[in-house]
């Protein structure tokens, strides 16, 4: 059903094309409301299916859910992506920061220094193409992270970004705020 918020249709596992149904079914068997993402993600059977291996692998990397969520929160507010900083600022919580660290995470930032150092390399990637000064990465280095842990934080950077351009190029609306959803 389109929505006046809404560019794309917002799917369910009954009005997916064939081959998303599978994927939001899984989805769905978690128990929690589908996020409106990936009903208008469905849409499209490959960007879904390529979403939802990218995703299912980064949480078991070395990088804290913690971190993976300030690193969410940073990338959602860059693109100014309301259905983005809604579910994050939810998860960031569940997963222990406090509200003071979830504003500074929207602003590529941390009380903690070791996070802040990567959080600021990243905002540098983002702004620059990819193209962060040398000075950042060593920083992050100092701070302790390791090259697998900087590379992890950049795929979850290119991930959150790209939820971020379909929530913002869509028009999604924040989850639960559309009733057919």
Not at 118 to 132: K, M, N, V
Not at 137 to 153: K, M, N, T, V
Request: no cysteine; glycine share 8%; aromatic share 6%.
């Amino acid at each position: 059903m389109k929505t006046p918020m809404s560019r794309f249709q917002i799917h369910d596992d009954l009005t997916a094309p064939e081959g998303s149904a599978t994927v939001l079914r899984g989805a769905l068997s978690a128990g929690a409301q589908l996020p409106n993402f990936l009903g208008v993600l469905a849409g499209s059977p490959a960007a879904l299916r390529a979403y939802a291996r990218f995703s299912s692998e980064l949480p078991h990397g070395r990088l804290t859910l913690p971190t993976l969520e300030r690193i969410a929160l940073a990338v959602a507010e860059y693109y100014q992506s309301a259905p983005g900083i809604a579910m994050h600022s939810r998860a960031a919580r569940g997963v222990g920061l406090a509200l003071d660290e979830v504003a500074l995470a929207r602003q590529f930032n941390s009380k903690d220094e070791r996070e802040a150092a990567l959080l600021r390399y990243l905002q540098a990637l983002l702004e620059d193409r990819g193209r962060a000064p040398m000075h950042l990465h060593e920083e992050a280095r100092e701070a302790g992270w390791q090259d697998e842990e900087i590379l992890e934080a950049i795929a979850a950077v290119t991930l959150e970004g790209f939820a971020a351009m379909i929530n913002v190029a869509g028009g999604v609306p924040v989850d639960g705020s559309n009733e057919a959803s």
